[in-house]
Structures are given as structure tokens and as C-alpha cells.
């Protein structure tokens, strides 16, 4: 099984930015951003002792020392063009991941926040596995709160007691009929999921007819499974994913998918359709949902 890799080895690149771990030599850049008003009054502060306005180099190198931590990712926003630091991005992993953004002023416009929330929606709930991902923009973020709803964001809502936070539910498009997990799958960000018929592979699928045709939810609902129709005719991973929908609930099964995501299982390795639940039989799969991996 894969392991994961440290939050601070995660480097990403976009058409106009690289992001790598901030680093404590980016604090004279980093004071456009930190020492400016405007800028932080657009920063989530929740749950911060103090705000992010810096007065010295000292009070923001204090901070990179925080962000230096293996506990989250606090990637550095270059500018590639001029090769200038202009920000920062912060993202936690987990039932709901919370993703932060601070830019200097000048950098705060729609091109630059679609093509950074883009990244973070593609990328980070990958390598941060996330139930949904949450950003705050205050009314002071007019730029994003317009960005966040074109990329299919809602909100503004509370998150924790605090306001002005949009959300984006990395589960949309949860469990496949036949038990697979679309929001896992590989090929999600061209097909819209299994339970719609715009899915590339709906008119060939036995399961899809079937269980519209009885007005389930999925085929762990149904009293004839196991049927041997379509994927549960060749397929242990769809089986055993069916059968612990069937027994704990298919939000459990979502539930376990991501606790052994995050824990390194891969559910399609780069570039393929199969994983670490792949070569398993029916019951090695179950076990690992139940129990997550083996130390």
C-alpha cells in the first residue's frame, strides 16, 4: 500500500503558480501580504489567538515556524512570472477539511482565485482526504465569494460557530449503484457519477436498469444481491462493497473509504482503475474497510 507523504513534500504548479512548503526566508516577500490591512482583513483568523497582521519580519518568521509543522500543509504561492512569493495556502485534511487563502492585495482577483481554488478542488482533497472542504470568505472577499459560487460552492453558512464559510461536499457524488465509489474514482473529474445516465458507461451497465427499475438507492437495498448481475459477476471489490453497505450502511462505507484513504489505501493508483482493494478476495476487502490496514 502507498504511504503518504509528509505535508510538507507536496509541491503543485498551475498555469501561473507554483506552491511549495513556506519557508522562513519567504518572510520579507510575505510582509506584502501579512503587514497589509486589507489583505488580512480577508485571512480566516477563527480560532487564532491573535490575527495575522504582522508589524516586523519577526512577528511573521514566529508564524512560519507554526507552519513549518508536519501537522498541516502550508504551501507557499509563487508567482512565476516574477518568481515572488505572494501568499499562502493552508489546507487540513479530515470529515471536513478546512482550506484558508492569503494573498496579497494585488493578486486578489478572479483569475488568480478561479485558478487557485481549481488546484485546491482538484488536487487537495486527494492528498488531504476530506469528507467536504470549507474556505471563508467575509464580506471584505467580494472576489471570492463570486469565484466560489461560479465553482459550485455554497454559502455563505456557518462552520464551527463562525460565519462567512462556502463549502464544496467532496462525496457528491458518493457510491455507484453497483457499490463502487465514484467520489473516489479516477476518472471522476470528467463523468458525473454512476447514478446519473450521463455516465459514459450507464447504457452497458446491468445494475444501473436494474435498480432504477425498483426504485432503490443501490443494490445493497435490494433482497436479491448477491445476483451476479453486472459488476458483482467479476468483481470482489463491488461485492464486498455492497455487502458492508448492506450490513453498516452505505454512509459507513463512505466513512471507511475515507479513514483508509487517509491512511494510504489507494482506491485507483495514478493513471488506473484498480487499487490496494484490487487482487483482494471478497472477504480481505471487507476486513479492510472494517478494520482499516494492518500496522
Request: net charge negative; charged share 25%; glycine share 8%.
Amino acid at each position: 500500500m502507498s504511504t503518504p507523504k509528509l505535508y510538507r513534500d507536496y509541491q503543485y504548479e498551475t498555469e501561473h503558480f507554483l506552491l511549495r512548503q513556506v519557508r522562513e526566508e519567504d518572510a520579507p516577500a510575505l510582509m506584502a501580504c501579512y503587514a497589509d490591512p486589507a489583505a488580512v482583513a480577508r485571512m480566516n483568523a477563527d480560532n487564532c489567538l491573535r490575527g495575522f497582521l504582522c508589524r516586523t519580519e519577526e512577528d511573521l518568521r514566529a508564524y512560519i515556524a507554526i507552519w513549518q509543522s508536519e501537522d498541516y500543509a502550508r504551501p507557499a504561492v509563487i508567482d512565476k512570472a516574477t518568481g515572488q512569493v505572494i501568499g499562502t495556502l493552508e489546507i487540513f485534511g479530515g470529515e471536513t477539511g478546512v482550506l484558508r487563502v492569503d494573498l496579497r492585495s494585488d493578486y486578489e482577483t478572479p483569475e488568480a482565485l478561479r485558478e487557485l481554488y481549481t488546484l485546491a478542488m482538484e488536487k487537495f482533497p486527494a492528498d488531504f482526504p476530506m469528507g467536504a472542504m470549507v474556505t471563508k470568505a467575509p464580506i471584505e472577499a467580494p472576489a471570492r465569494r463570486a469565484v466560489l459560487a461560479e465553482l459550485g460552492f455554497s454559502g455563505p453558512e456557518s462552520f464551527r460557530g463562525y460565519g462567512d464559510y462556502y463549502r464544496l461536499p467532496v462525496r457528491c457524488l458518493g457510491l455507484a449503484y453497483c457499490g463502487l465509489a465514484c467520489c473516489l474514482c479516477s476518472e471522476n473529474r470528467d463523468c458525473p457519477g454512476c447514478q446519473s445516465a450521463a455516465a459514459p458507461c450507464y447504457e452497458k451497465c446491468e445494475n444501473f436498469p436494474c435498480v432504477r427499475e425498483r426504485g432503490l438507492s443501490g443494490c445493497w437495498q435490494c433482497p436479491d444481491f448477491p445476483c451476479g448481475k453486472g459488476m458483482h459477476g467479476n468483481n470482489p471489490r463491488a461485492r464486498a462493497f455492497v455487502q458492508f453497505a448492506k450490513e453498516h450502511g452505505p454512509d459507513k462505507l463512505l466513512e471507511c473509504l475515507e479513514r483508509n484513504r487517509w491512511a494510504g489505501v489507494a482506491y485507483h493508483h495514478p493513471s488506473k482503475l484498480t487499487g490496494d482493494y484490487d487482487g483482494l478476495t471478497q472477504e480481505e476487502i471487507f476486513d479492510l474497510l472494517l478494520n482499516g490496514p494492518k500496522a
